[in-house]
């Protein structure tokens, strides 16, 4: 069996309704030396009948089932089964336009220094409607720098170089729900990474709103991974090095954080649960946090701190009727940051949201 130039790497776990969209895009792709190397992950729903009829009508299948482990264990089970030199993401539920794998394999043929290559994306919505396009810094040393803030490749556009990956280790269970970006700021201690600026993926949105422990435990681990780059980057061993569990908040203390970095933690924390607004939140949790935060305001960038949580909580209070908590941060966005506060607020009242 000759060895294909791509591996494609999907792990499957209840993707039944999108799945035959996925898989279509696939094999309508206009290069075509690929196997598509499937994980199916303990799914209960049909997947595995769709699964089965694709693999017996195109040789190109493997499709590897597993007792459910999750997805990190799964695309790392996908890793060691690829036999390509290079590996492509995609999700059971997003759409690869049809020229995206011959773009990436030529992009990677003349710039060997890269290890792992992204794309702009168009955000869709559960009926496939395009909602926006979601574009990425192109350039390695713009990758770079963006990578330094935040995950600057989408995950399920991205191509790789198969061994880069393995080399570093991989994906690590510790960082779950951030397992991405944790793998591209250590590939990028290494090795160049780079976006290309054409839209090459449909990226599905759906399902409602995430859960506020999945969306507190991916700012956990973000900050995490940012934080041990940062120590790596400095010449000290890494803070999570062999940890095989996904982590806790109890990793902060472990970490020893100085002010400053609990302060950007917290932030970070209260800008995921706060932003978008609407979504599900444990009020209980935001109290305390909006509190401990403000109690650590003289190490953040007052501004910030303002318009991205405290203004977003007095709006979210008001619409659930707790005017005196309303009433009280909004003296203190006052008093902390008038500008930036009667700017936020001046905002929300342009786009027609009550404040």
């Known amino acids: 069996m000759s060895t294909p130039s791509v591996s494609v790497v999907m792990a499957v776990y209840n993707g039944e309704r999108w799945l035959a969209e996925t898989l279509a895009s696939l094999t309508g792709q206009t290069f075509d030396d690929f196997e598509i190397v499937i994980i ?55 759409i690869a336009e049809p020229e995206r794998f011959a773009r990436q394999i030529a992009f990677l043929g003349a710039h060997p220094a890269v290890a792992a290559l992204g794309s702009a994306i168009r955000i869709i919505s559960e009926d496939g409607a395009f909602r926006r396009l979601q574009a990425y810094p192109c350039g390695p040393s713009a990758v770079a720098k963006a ?96 940890l095989n569990r996904p982590m806790d908040l109890g990793i902060l203390k472990e970490l020893r954080l100085e ?56 709006r979210r209070c008001r619409r659930q009727g707790h005017a005196e908590i309303a009433r009280r941060w909004t003296r203190r966005a006052f008093a902390l940051a008038p500008l930036s506060a009667a700017w936020a607020l001046l905002t929300a009242a342009r786009r027609g949201t009550r404040a």
Not at 52 to 58: C, H, L, P, V
Not at 261 to 278: C, I, T, V
């Open 259 to 314: 002010p400053a970095q609990e302060a950007a933690f917290r932030l970070e924390s209260l800008k995921a649960a706060l932003w978008p607004a609407g979504q599900d939140n444990d009020d209980a949790w935001l109290e305390e946090n909006m509190e401990l935060t403000w109690g650590l305001r003289a190490n953040l960038p007052p501004g910030s701190f303002v318009r991205r949580c405290v203004i977003p909580y007095v």
């Open 40 to 94: 199916d992950d303990g799914s209960t729903d049909g997947s595995a009948d769709l699964l089965a009829k694709a693999a017996a009508r195109d040789a190109r299948y493997r499709v590897i089932t597993q007792a459910n482990c999750g997805l990190v264990a799964s695309l790392n089970r996908g890793l060691a089964e690829a036999r390509a030199p290079l590996v492509a993401r995609i999700d059971a539920d997003d």
């Open 147 to 242: 990578m330094l803030l935040s995950c600057a490749l989408a995950h399920p556009a991205v191509m790789m170089r198969r061994e880069a990956v393995l080399a570093v280790g991989g994906y690590r269970e510790a960082f779950r729900h951030a397992e991405d970006y944790d793998l591209w700021l250590r590939l990028s201690e290494r090795h160049e990474l780079d976006n290309l600026p054409e839209p090459l993926l449909r990226y599905r949105q759906h399902g409602g709103s995430v859960s506020f422990r999945h969306r507190q435990q991916q700012a956990l681990a973000t900050f995490v991974a940012r934080h041990c780059a940062q120590a790596r980057r400095a010449g000290r061993p890494d803070p999570l090095h062999g």
